[in-house]
């Protein structure tokens, strides 16, 4: 017997041939068939919807990391043109310790990362307590990424 989607393309004819029994049948599967593929379509924009969040937030992260290295070069721009006299600005390193892996990191820890560097470019006095609180947590294992500001 022919799938719901085959019998989509039977002919008048055929059609007005199948009993109301057969017909019956026919719109019951089209109707399992028609709630199948809704339900794999909105799983499938369900997707894509992570995809683009999870993109978003690596850019996000990419553009705060390049605007605190900026930061830093300016800083360190600043510092080697003061005289020594004028020694107020001092650079703090932050160290963001992070686990070295084959895979990306979770969204969640991304969202901790730019927690952090968002508290480093606006020079939050913050920062060392959200650092204390991410490596209390466990967050990381082997390697640490330096940002000097």
């Known amino acids: 017997m022919p799938s719901p989607v085959d019998r989509v393309n039977l002919s008048e004819a055929e059609v007005q041939q199948l009993s109301i029994r057969q017909l019956n049948d026919m719109v019951e599967e089209l109707n399992t068939e028609i709630n199948v593929r809704s339900a794999l379509l909105v799983q499938e924009y369900s997707h894509r919807d992570d995809i683009r969040y999870e993109r978003e937030l690596k850019n996000t992260f990419i553009s705060l990391c ?3 290295m900026k930061k830093q070069k300016a800083k360190k ?3 080697g043109k003061l005289t020594e006299t004028a020694t107020s600005i001092t650079g703090t390193t ?3 310790p992070y686990q070295l892996c084959q895979m990306p990191p979770s969204i969640d820890l991304l969202l901790v990362y730019i927690r952090i560097l ?4 606006e ?3 913050s920062v060392p307590a959200m650092l204390t609180e991410y490596i209390l947590k466990g967050m990381f294992i082997h390697s640490r990424l330096f940002i000097d500001v």
């Open 123 to 125: 020079d939050s006095p």
């Open 118 to 121: 968002k508290a480093i470019y």
């Open 94 to 96: 932050y160290v963001i």
């Open 66 to 68: 390049d605007k605190v």
């Open 77 to 79: 721009k600043r510092k």
